[in-house]
């Protein structure tokens, strides 16, 4: 069994939100970006100058991506749109999912194409898919039946495709197929206790490594490409909701984590959190279009 490593995460000063997620650091910009689900909101924050700037998308948006020509691609409830920093909307994909239903986590793969999936707006009330954005728009549903399909990402040699069913308390792991763009061979890689949260949100390191938020535990975990536990950080917050790499050699960890379903959340609910870990992050992809 590896060592285990255990660490703690340091609160930032950005607000409260209601269900931060996603984080994802701009290199370009220097800058980390991530959104608040519900309030519609994506976050802009430069650690240099300590700016941070607030873009609103006038719906729930999932989770963002960044772009080739800048801005973001936004999973929003509607369907998929890409967001200038002026908040400027444009439609690539609409009417998408049925009603009841709207995307939430979502990433940017190395061929420049967006992976989304999608969950009801009532947790487990119906089965979810995962959706493949290509740059010129169009949208073709990968696979369904997920309980509610949240993080993902690729191993680093990009054969491995990584998706957490939160509800269903699994990673999986699928054989993924860059050139073609196709996911197969679906096998659990990760089981979760429930009893020790549920599995959010999802980080790749360097190493091959899943950084994984354990919502309810006030944790989020590393696993090694094995499957085996070899790090926990702890925040503050009990509802941690997705990691991401970031900072000059990707080795700082942010955690988003939300105050939902709380009746009397405390002060260290629904911020950011930092932490420098032992193995580094990648840079994120860009999308396309």
């Not at 986590?105 to 009330?125: F, Q, T, Y």
């Not at 629904?270 to 193995?279: F, I, M, Q, T």
Request: proline share 6%; glycine share 14%; net charge negative.
């Amino acid at each position: 069994m590896p060592t285990m490593i255990d660490n703690s995460a340091r609160p930032l000063d950005l607000g409260v939100h209601w269900l931060a997620e996603g984080p994802v650091w701009d290199e370009s910009r220097r800058c980390l970006a991530w959104v608040d689900i519900m309030a519609g909101d994506i976050h802009e924050w430069a650690p240099d100058s300590d700016v941070h700037t607030v873009v609103n998308c006038g719906q729930p948006v999932g989770a963002v991506g960044l772009r080739t020509a800048g801005g973001w691609v936004a999973a929003l409830q509607g369907g998929i749109a890409t967001v200038t920093r002026d908040g400027d909307v444009t439609w690539l994909a609409r009417d998408i999912l049925d009603p009841g239903f709207r995307f939430n986590d979502a990433k940017v793969d190395a061929a420049g194409r967006l992976w989304a999936g999608s969950i009801h707006l009532e947790m487990g009330a119906g089965k979810g898919a995962l959706y493949r954005v290509d740059p010129d728009g169009e949208v073709r549903r990968v696979c369904g039946g997920l309980e509610l399909a949240n993080g993902m990402g690729w191993s680093p040699a990009g054969d491995t495709f990584y998706l957490v069913d939160s509800l269903a308390a699994v990673v999986y792991a699928f054989d993924f197929d860059a050139d073609a763009g196709i996911v197969s061979s679906p096998r659990p890689h990760i089981r979760c206790a429930r009893a020790e949260g549920m599995p959010d949100g999802l980080a790749i390191d360097a190493e091959g490594g899943l950084w994984l938020a354990r919502y309810g535990a006030g944790v989020v975990e590393r696993y090694d490409a094995a499957g085996r536990l070899s790090e926990r950080v702890t925040v503050a917050a009990a509802q941690p909701t997705c990691p991401g790499f970031g900072g000059d050699d990707y080795r700082t960890l942010y955690v988003t984590t939300g105050w939902e379903r709380m009746t009397n959340p405390g002060p260290a609910e629904g911020r950011l959190y930092a932490c420098e870990v032992s193995v580094g992050g990648i840079p994120p992809h860009r999308f396309g279009g």
